[in-house]
């Protein structure tokens, strides 16, 4: 089983739906991140949580909230999908004391119609 | 305020060419630094990363990249490059402290025959 799941792989949705994307993580690590990558910008950060009671907003937040339901589940909800937000999403987890940077799921793509 | 410019968000070089990767970062104070690699569908692997300790690093795949502070610059390079080194490439920083990455546009490395 892959370090860090996440579901769906693939999501299409209709605008103004309320979506959930999923993160789970067998790594045993306390922080956690929720990236969007769209071509020619990189991946830019949206949420992310030093542990289960610590959520931090990131450079893109709005429209997005998080929860933080275990240390090991971190999942990402789009209240009111639009078309804007479609992107590939990725969830991360890090053990930053050993400065080992992020491992990394394989992404959802989400595409808003 | 960390930040991470990549030159170039699409590189092109023939089979056994060198292959040259720019990265330029900003950090107002020592930085961390990583070089992921994406393959198509798939989701980022570390290649290589600096956390001040020698200033030229090796990565997997043979890939390396040096840290020159005096230039602000990371690039990553490979002697020659193989058809299997396609893929998209992030520069990505992290102050210490910081505890999250800012990553750059990425560079779209494509290798010809």
């Known amino acids: 089983d892959a370090d860090v799941t996440q579901t769906p792989r693939n999501r299409i949705t209709k605008t103004g739906k309320r979506i959930m994307l999923e993160c789970s993580q067998t790594k045993g690590h306390d922080r956690m991140y929720w990236y969007r990558q769209d071509p020619g910008l990189g991946l830019r950060l949206i949420y992310y949580?030093?542990?289960?009671?610590?959520?931090n907003k990131g450079e893109i937040s709005d429209g997005y909230s998080v929860s933080r339901q275990a240390q090991a589940k971190f999942s990402l909800s789009l209240e009111s999908a639009i078309p804007n937000q479609t992107a590939l999403y990725f969830c991360?987890?890090?053990?930053?004391?050993?400065?080992?940077?992020?491992?990394f799921g394989s992404g959802t793509r989400l595409t808003v119609v | 305020a960390q930040s991470v410019t990549q030159l170039g968000s699409h590189v092109s070089v023939s089979e056994g060419a060198l292959v040259l990767l720019r990265c330029n970062y900003s950090s107002s104070v020592p930085p961390y630094l990583f070089w992921y690699v994406q393959y198509p569908n798939q989701g980022l692997q570390l290649l290589l990363k600096y956390t001040s300790a020698a200033t030229l690093v090796k990565g997997i795949n043979g890939f390396e990249a040096e840290f020159k502070k005096s230039e602000t610059s990371f690039h990553l390079t490979k002697p020659s490059a193989h058809m299997s080194d396609a893929a998209e490439y992030f520069c990505?920083?992290?102050?210490?402290?910081?505890?999250?990455?800012?990553f750059g546009q990425g560079t779209r490395l494509t290798i010809n025959p």
């Open positions: 991360a987890t890090s053990d930053w004391n050993r400065v080992h940077g992020y491992t």
């Open positions: 990505a920083v992290s102050e210490e402290g910081a505890q999250k990455l800012v």
């Open positions: 949580s030093f542990d289960v009671k610590d959520i």
